[in-house]
């Protein structure tokens, strides 16, 4: 292949980086057959038209830790769980575009290594791990742009996390897609095109993880790794039902991304588990924790993992709305639900009144604190190469009234008006213990206003994003689908505002039926042990294990 930093245009490179993915799809063996010459809606039906029943059955059957017992075991070799993922991986891309690369001659000589062991080795002996194009990844061969088209073939290290996964004995098979800027809520970009849901093509899965949430929504994956500065872990998990926790910043280490604007503190992003159960969030911060990576980074808090248990039942406020866009009716129908479960199962459970707290003003701070040279460095990164500018990367940089070129002063200004926010927030979340003694533990709220969202039309951040301002920590899980006959539209309800409108226009029932519904689990800062604990406790609530 020619070198790409030779090639003129921005065409041209882009089809570089296509050829690349698509040779890498290439050695897949036996070759994906069955598929329809029309993929349906839906892909959910597809693995049992393509897979044998051994793949699916490996691919199916297990959680992560579940897989890993069976591994160490040896009753399953890991050169089969690998090559069974690789194929699931090739067909959840064949089904949703998902990939920027399949590791097929790789992930299959270090299986082989491992399987060779006298012993199995590792907390993740043998785990078959997704992850994201722009965090980089062990292996001599490793280039990444992070969908900037200029940044094709420019060749790239690994992080922490990965080289502590290999030490502990992980595989690393598929690197998936992510959107223009890795800061739009859906993935799309010049280079690969539109990553599309695994339940319903016409909508997104979210972003910008949107290629790991639609790899595990195919159970290409059930263990990956995501990103998240304003909703890229819990936004994506949500859309495709999926399992994402993004904890509190500065608890794992994050340095090396092919990323921009390196060294922003004002708003600063984390990795986090995105996987098809709940178990696998804890698994994931244990393991990346018991290797003491503060030791490092000397930026990071030193706190190993310490699991919380719950010594009386939780109390809950729910946030119905978060004071600025109305929820659509299945995510209201969701909250319900799961409200109804944790009052049987003895929890006591309050409102949340975001009016008060004025989300509105909270997205004005955050929005400019994301680009605080107004958006300079990324817009010149994409003039570079010629590449078009994307309407959702307008959307969040040229719509937004609060974004500019701020001068030293004006950031500290409005750093200072961040701390403030945050300030009146613990605030509130204190208050809530005034009347009995007993504050709130989390608060259960939608990772969004609905089910994923169609095409280009996720112009709306304030579920997720709001939590990132605060450095709140947040888990997503699944609860039900969209019902055409339980979740009808409001004809009478008249919209708050603009945004408002536009999410209410959006929706109808039948755009989005069976698209999955999530909840969305947040708790104070650094208390993230705590809000996988709490999941733990509304998923029993709800008759799950």
Same mark, same amino acid.
């Given at each position: ?10 065409? &041209? ?84 575009? +998902? ?140 859309? +495709? ?33 995105? !996987? ?5 969030? &804890? ?61 049987? !199962? ?7 009144? +975001? ?28 003039? &570079? ?29 409005? +750093? ?7 300030? !009146? ?121």
């Amino acid at each position: 292949m020619a070198d790409p930093q030779t090639l003129k245009t921005w065409q &041209e490179k882009v089809a570089w980086a296509q050829d690349y993915r698509d040779k890498s799809l290439s050695k897949v063996e036996p070759k994906l057959e069955g598929l329809p010459a029309e993929l349906p809606l839906s892909s959910q039906d597809l693995p049992s038209l393509v897979l044998t029943p051994r793949e699916i059955e490996i691919t199916e059957n297990y959680t992560a830790k579940e897989l890993l017992v069976v591994l160490r075991e040896r009753k399953i070799s890991v050169e089969e769980v690998t090559r069974a993922f690789l194929r699931r991986a090739a067909l959840a891309h064949a089904a949703t575009n +998902c990939l920027t690369e399949l590791r097929w001659y790789q992930a299959i000589a270090r299986a082989k290594y491992l399987d060779s062991l006298p012993e199995p080795k590792g907390a993740l002996f043998g785990l078959p791990i997704s992850t994201k194009e722009h965090h980089g990844l062990v292996g001599d061969d490793i280039t990444a742009h992070a969908c900037y088209v200029s940044w094709v073939g420019k060749k790239h290290g690994s992080i922490m996390i990965y080289d502590n996964f290999w030490e502990e004995g992980c595989v690393f098979y598929a690197r998936t897609t992510q959107p223009q800027t890795i800061m739009h809520l859906e993935t799309n970009s010049n280079i690969y095109g539109r990553t599309v849901n695994p339940y319903n093509r016409n909508l997104t899965p979210g972003g910008s993880s949107g290629g790991e949430s639609a790899i595990l929504g195919m159970r290409g994956s059930i263990f990956g790794v995501g990103g998240d500065i304003g909703g890229s872990i819990r936004c994506p998990a949500a859309h +495709c039902g999926v399992y994402g926790f993004k904890p509190t910043t500065k608890r794992l280490p994050v340095g090396g991304q092919c990323s921009h604007m390196l060294g922003k503190e004002a708003i600063t992003s984390t990795l986090g588990p995105m !996987a098809v159960d709940r178990d696998s969030l &804890e698994l994931f911060m244990q393991v990346a924790l018991a290797k003491k990576p503060w030791r490092l980074d000397p930026s990071l808090t030193p706190k190993v993992w310490t699991p919380y248990k719950f010594e009386r039942p939780m109390k809950i406020a729910v946030q119905w709305w978060d004071g600025v866009v109305k929820p659509h009716p299945p995510m209201i129908r969701a909250l319900r639900e799961v409200v109804e479960a944790c009052l049987k !199962a003895g929890m006591e459970v309050v409102d949340w009144d +975001c009016e008060a707290l004025d989300h509105q003003k909270g997205w004005e701070i955050l929005a400019s604190l994301y680009w605080p040279d107004g958006g300079k460095e990324v817009l010149g990164r994409l003039e &570079e190469s010629g590449e078009p500018v994307l309407p959702l990367t307008k959307f969040i940089i040229n719509e937004q009234k609060s974004v500019k070129d701020l001068t030293q002063a004006e950031l500290w200004a409005r +750093c200072l008006e961040r701390d403030a926010y945050r300030e !009146a927030y613990a605030r509130a979340w204190t208050k809530t213990g005034e009347k009995d003694g007993r504050e709130i533990d989390v608060i259960l709220c939608p990772p969004s206003f609905g089910a994923a969202t169609p095409h280009d039309q996720s112009r709306y951040w304030g579920y997720t994003a709001h939590w990132n301002l605060l450095d709140y920590p947040g888990a997503v899980f699944p609860v039900t689908t969209v019902d055409p006959v339980k979740d009808i539209k409001d004809k009478n309800y008249v919209p708050k505002n603009e945004e408002d409108k536009f999410v209410y226009d959006m929706y109808s029932p039948e755009k989005y039926a069976n698209a999955p519904v999530s909840l969305q689990v947040i708790g104070r800062r650094n208390y993230d042990e705590k809000v996988l604990a709490a999941l733990a406790e509304i998923e029993q609530a709800l008759g799950r294990k």
